[in-house]
């Protein structure tokens, strides 16, 4: 077994005076991949080095299958780590990089080389063992140092923007064959990253941190459809998700949202909030370019038309503010024209313009979503 469980950590460096973590609890299951994201300076790293042994925490302990590990270094933690600058040695092979954490334990010859036959197998390495570093690509060079992370066969395996030098491509590929490793080796993996795409992609769990803190955590898509707040919704998501501040109009039994002088059908669980302002959150890919007018759809001015190859970006004006919106790739449509948007008023999200927090359905009205602390 080898659960990570995070209690209450705080850590300030010494000479500043934010918290780095900030009453950080955290719980990741034996054998699951939980990602760390969010912005640069939330933290993430600082997390992971608590867990690593590398920082103390200033309060708080960290317990890893069951043992509180909190006081031990780092070699007395049963962990494997692999870092940005993924040091593998220049001047040894990559047999012998990849050896190196069985062969410092001492591990029986044999042992060493079909563990890292295996290991090279996997990271499909094993045309070049007898190379040195320099004579491998970028993406080569990080394999090596996954494989020597792997292969020592720890109950925990930390990465820290492991794929950060890879060019785009390389990434993607190198981030399919990571994810089809990790579940294979089962081992517990906290992943460092501040790329969403690749938090959403890779995570059975993500938590989203901001200013030392899980702003949200769960599987990818519940975080990904449901963000606890604007800060979340605003950071996942490429586009992120678009925030429109609208007026609620209830009309007998019609809630509507009042976007500028336009009017859009809105979930009853609004009504709650007739009279008031909220901020509208929706994503491109759920804002809808329909076949004409109709009264629940909103006229908008297309500003931008960028084609992704597999759909269409448009930024269009809505009640004078930027919207972005989705389309198949099969849309016809050019700057300067006007099109109409429907939304699904179930795919529509809301958002206390004060806090920014997630606006609960009727009847619980102004109280911010709960947030699972993990
Ligand atoms: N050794 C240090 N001394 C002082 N402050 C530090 C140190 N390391 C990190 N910090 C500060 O702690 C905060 C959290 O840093 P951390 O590196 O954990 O963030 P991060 O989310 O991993 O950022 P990035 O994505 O840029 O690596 C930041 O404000 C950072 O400036």
Not at 72 to 96: E, G, K, T
Not at 108 to 127: F, N, S, W
Not at 151 to 160: C, K, P, R
Not at 242 to 254: K, S
Request: some cysteine.
């Amino acid at each position: 077994m080898a659960e990570i469980v995070m209690t209450n950590l705080v850590k300030t460096y010494p000479g500043t005076k934010n918290r780095a973590t900030d009453d950080i609890s955290l719980h990741v299951d034996d054998g699951e991949f939980l990602v760390l994201v969010g912005p640069s300076g939330c933290g993430k790293t600082t997390l992971l080095r608590m867990i690593a042994g590398l920082e103390s925490p200033d309060v708080g302990s960290v317990h890893i299958g069951g043992r509180d590990v909190t006081d031990l270094p780092a070699r007395q933690r049963d962990l494997s780590m692999v870092f940005q600058s993924y040091a593998i040695f220049p001047h040894m092979r990559v047999r012998q990089n990849i050896a190196f954490g069985l062969t410092m334990r001492k591990t029986p010859k044999a042992e060493i080389e079909r563990r890292v036959a295996e290991a090279a197998e996997m990271l499909h390495l094993t045309d070049y063992l007898d190379r040195y570093p320099a004579q491998l690509s970028g993406g080569q060079r990080q394999r090596v140092a996954v494989a020597r992370a792997i292969v020592v066969d720890t109950g925990v395996l930390l990465m820290d923007e492991p794929l950060s030098n890879l060019d785009a491509l390389l990434r993607m590929q190198f981030r399919t064959e990571l994810k089809r490793i990790v579940a294979k080796l089962g081992t517990t993996t906290v992943y460092v990253t501040h790329d969403q795409a690749e938090a959403l992609s890779l995570g059975d769990r993500v938590a989203v941190m901001r200013d030392g803190r899980i702003a949200q955590i769960g599987p990818p898509l519940d975080v990904y459809d449901a963000p606890a707040d604007e800060f979340v919704g605003g950071f996942l998501g490429a586009p992120p998700m678009n925030f429109l501040p609208a007026h609620v109009d209830r009309t007998g039994d019609r809630v509507e949202l009042v976007l500028g002088d336009q009017r859009l059908p809105a979930p009853d669980t609004l009504g709650g909030h007739a009279g008031g302002t909220v901020t509208v959150g929706v994503r491109a890919e759920n804002v809808e370019v329909a076949d004409g007018e109709a009264p629940d759809r909103v006229a908008a001015r297309v500003e931008v038309v960028e084609p992704t190859g597999s759909a269409i970006l448009l930024t269009v004006d809505l009640a004078g503010r930027p919207v972005k919106v989705q389309t198949p790739p099969t849309q016809r449509v050019g700057a300067g024209d006007t099109v109409w948007l429907a939304v699904d008023p179930n795919r529509m999200h809301f958002y206390d313009p004060a806090t920014g927090a997630a606006l609960r359905p009727a009847g619980t009205a102004g109280v911010p979503a709960p947030r699972d602390a993990g």
